[in-house]
């Protein structure tokens, strides 16, 4: 179409060069002129330009070569045998314009399909990228997967060490607190065994092996008995400690002897001991029982004090 006598559908044809040569010349001299003509004949011909490098080069076979040459020394014996041909008819300048627009259209059409498989390459490549990015991503997952399943064992393995600490340290404490209760009842009975108004009394029974000693003081209702060679009681069984008098048994503490065969007993009496006539040890059901058994394995009299020259059991 031409514009304002601007040759716009003449351009394309001119640079592909299938114009006659008064065309030619007449495109040539308007676009000398026409700044904005020329700016469009230079854009076309930038782009008939970049068409060769539009695809990949391919190596001809070796043989193209061969042929090519022997038809290029061909040539001029054909052209003495080929009778002249009468003058061609010019093109009309319509059909010249057709078939610029037409290879003009089939150029562009060749460029934009080299720049949409070039730029579908360029994504394919991106997404292989991508691909191998997520599947590094997701081993380094896996990897931190792996490590904090690692870690949290080690955590919960080491709260578990620790809680074991703990309950040893408890255990070692209490052993602590136990054996200074120990300690301490044992002062307090050598304190009171040693005391000048202390007084021993025997206790005896059929086992010639178990040897007892009471210890009292005279109105006090606190008294220490230290029993050595006595067995354990047999399972489900208790040992306990009675005061009595004339029509009365009042029933004290129950106890087990210790592997050692030695067991010391602080008595805590209703009244004072001297008011009482005899003490005796019994074997009862465990949990102990309110009124004494027929199996009496120790007894004594507490009116009857040892004599000054007697041994007296540890």
């Known amino acids: 179409m031409q514009t304002n006598d601007h040759p716009q559908d003449s351009i394309p044809a001119f640079v592909l060069g299938t114009l006659d040569i008064d065309e030619a010349r007449r495109i040539s001299a308007h676009g000398i002129a026409c700044s904005d003509c020329r700016i469009e004949v230079e854009a076309f011909q930038a782009v008939l330009i970049s068409l060769p490098y539009a695809t990949a080069p391919h190596q001809p076979p070796a043989h193209v070569k061969q042929q090519l040459l022997a038809r290029i020394a061909a040539a001029p014996a054909k052209r003495a045998l080929t009778p002249s041909r009468p003058p061609a008819h010019t093109i009309p300048r319509w059909m010249q314009a057709a078939t610029g627009g037409a290879l003009a259209l089939a150029l562009a059409f060749g460029i934009l399909f080299y720049i949409t498989s070039s730029r579908v390459a360029m994504i394919d490549t991106e997404l292989a990228q991508s691909k191998q990015s997520l599947v590094a991503i997701n081993q380094q997952m896996t990897n931190g997967q792996q490590t904090l399943a690692q870690l949290s064992w080690q955590h919960t393995h080491d709260q578990t060490a620790i809680a074991q600490i703990n309950g040893q340290h408890m255990q070692d404490v209490q052993a602590m607190a136990n ?97 009482f006539d005899q003490v005796m040890i019994t074997i009862e059901e465990a949990g102990g029982a309110t009124r004494p058994s027929d199996i009496i394995v120790l007894r004594g009299a507490l009116s009857a004090a040892l004599p000054a020259s007697a041994p007296q059991p540890d």
């Open 179 to 275: 054996l200074q209760t120990q300690i301490a009842q044992a002062q307090s009975a050598t304190i009171f065994i040693s005391a000048p108004q202390t007084l021993p009394r025997l206790l005896a029974g059929a086992d010639q092996r178990v040897h007892a000693t009471m210890y009292m003081q005279p109105d006090n209702p606190q008294a220490v008995l230290v029993i050595a060679g006595m067995a354990r009681v047999a399972p489900g069984k208790i040992y306990q400690f009675w005061l009595a008098k004339p029509g009365i048994q009042i029933p004290s503490v129950i106890f087990d002897v210790t592997d050692d065969e030695l067991t010391v007993l602080r008595i805590t009496a209703p009244a004072p001991v001297n008011q």
